[in-house]
């Protein structure tokens, strides 16, 4: 350590570059991971047996000449409510079921109006579509829903726009399509969830049976699906339930509705949000390949660094290792020396590189997600410097224990 502090400019400056690579590959580290959780926790929420009855894939399909196949879907018929109700009736394996069907329509209160996001209407299991929770006011009660009841559960933008001198719009009137409606909730801010079936800061949810008075819900415009689990609630599936036999049976209820021969291609699509997650986790692959791309450049810099004051440490020193040697000092003596040396100084880089990764996390609000320092991450950060270290010393140690004594001294 009196080595090192004895330049403290050119000491800092080889800090720097490790610091940098260090800092770079952590940080990338600690967002991916970060980013992972958060979308993993999205997807729990939700469940892992969601499947989605919708009129187009989720994953793209494509013809024999390698073209998606969008004038296919464009021709199938809307999901509509009454196969919803068909399903809810006849199906033995869905424990929750859900119709949604979304579409633009400004909404308005006094002089104020609002027309970003769009407005839900729902029928069933509302929550399977919604994870967050109300901040004021309640949810639907099954006799709104039944009733279509002329009340609304709205977001926070939605709040702050139509509503804003008042905290809690609940009890508050609005209106949609000339229909004026009771807001009955407030959802809290989704800012922290990456994983959601619709903006829910802007949304205005309705039950579907109101909707029918306001809109034609079997328009191509509106966006109608059907949600299905196996699952009750927050419970496990029911024993002997699986994610394909509710696709299975919900297949082919579909089908029957239809009345489609056995010849003929669904014209429908059973999405689930598995492939969703294995897209997210496409991306953050990447970009954890890319950020070691940028970091493994930036530790190339600093372990060349490392190895130069190492080198020049060397020849400042040759006298002092003539005279260890001469006294019989052994060269693995004198090789650890120095690269207990290089690995002391790139270790310390390392450590102020993760030192600003954990600054960084206190000072980045957590407005889309919260980001934290894994102490696997900071693990990772130090042993991938400590190893930049000892083989940025190999060669500037290895010569050092190779000075001849009598040249050492005299030098």
């Not at 464009?74 to 399903?87: A, G, N, V």
């Not at 069907?101 to 919604?130: H, I, N, P, Q, T």
């Not at 002391?344 to 997600?369: E, Q, R």
């Not at 991938?384 to 500037?396: D, M």
């Amino acid at each position: 350590m009196r080595d090192l502090l004895a330049d403290k400019f050119r000491t800092t400056l080889s800090l720097a570059g490790v610091s940098i690579g260090i800092f770079s590959i952590v940080a990338v580290l600690t967002v991916v991971d970060s980013l992972k959780e958060s979308v993993n926790e999205g997807f729990r929420k939700f469940g892992s047996d969601v499947v989605m009855v919708e009129r187009v894939p989720l994953e793209p399909d494509f013809d024999q000449d390698g073209r998606q196949k969008w004038w296919q879907y464009e021709s199938r018929p809307q999901i509509t409510w009454q196969e919803y109700l068909f399903l809810k009736e006849k199906s033995t394996t869905a424990g929750r079921m859900l119709f949604s069907a979304s579409f633009e329509m400004e909404c308005a209160a006094g002089r104020e109006s609002y027309k970003e996001g769009a407005l839900v209407a729902v029928e069933g299991d509302w929550r399977m579509m919604v994870q967050e929770n109300i901040l004021y006011g309640r949810g639907f009660t099954s006799g709104e829903l039944s009733g279509g009841a002329a009340v609304a559960i709205i977001g926070s933008d939605v709040a702050k726009k139509l509503f804003p001198d008042i905290t809690d719009p609940v009890g508050r009137m609005m209106t949609v399509g000339g229909t004026p409606l009771r807001v009955i909730g407030l959802f809290a801010p989704s800012g922290n969830n990456l994983v959601s079936m619709t903006d829910v800061d802007c949304v205005r949810m309705i039950p579907i049976r109101l909707a029918l008075r306001i809109v034609d819900i079997t328009s191509p415009t509106l966006k109608t699906r059907i949600i299905a689990s196996s699952h009750q609630a927050s419970e496990g599936p029911p024993e002997g339930i699986s994610k394909e036999e509710l696709k299975a049976e919900l297949r082919m209820l579909m089908r029957q509705y239809r009345r489609l021969r056995p010849a003929q291609e669904d014209d429908f699509a059973l999405n689930e949000l598995s492939f969703v997650a294995e897209q997210f986790h496409s991306l953050f692959g990447m970009v954890n390949r890319v950020g070691w791309l940028v970091a493994l450049f930036s530790l190339l810099v600093g372990g060349f660094g490392i190895s130069n004051i190492m080198y020049v440490s060397v020849e400042e020193r040759t006298r002092i290792i003539g005279i260890k040697k001469a006294l019989g000092a052994r060269k693995r003596v004198i090789t650890m020396q120095f690269l207990a040396e290089a690995a002391t100084l790139s270790t310390l880089g390392g450590v102020a590189g993760i030192a600003l990764v954990w600054i960084a996390t206190l000072l980045i609000p957590d407005t889309l997600f919260q980001i934290y320092l894994s102490p696997a991450n900071i693990f990772k950060g130090i042993a991938i410097a400590l190893i930049i270290g000892i083989i940025s010393g190999v060669a500037p140690a290895r010569h050092a224990a190779s000075l001849h004594p009598v040249d050492a001294i005299n030098s």
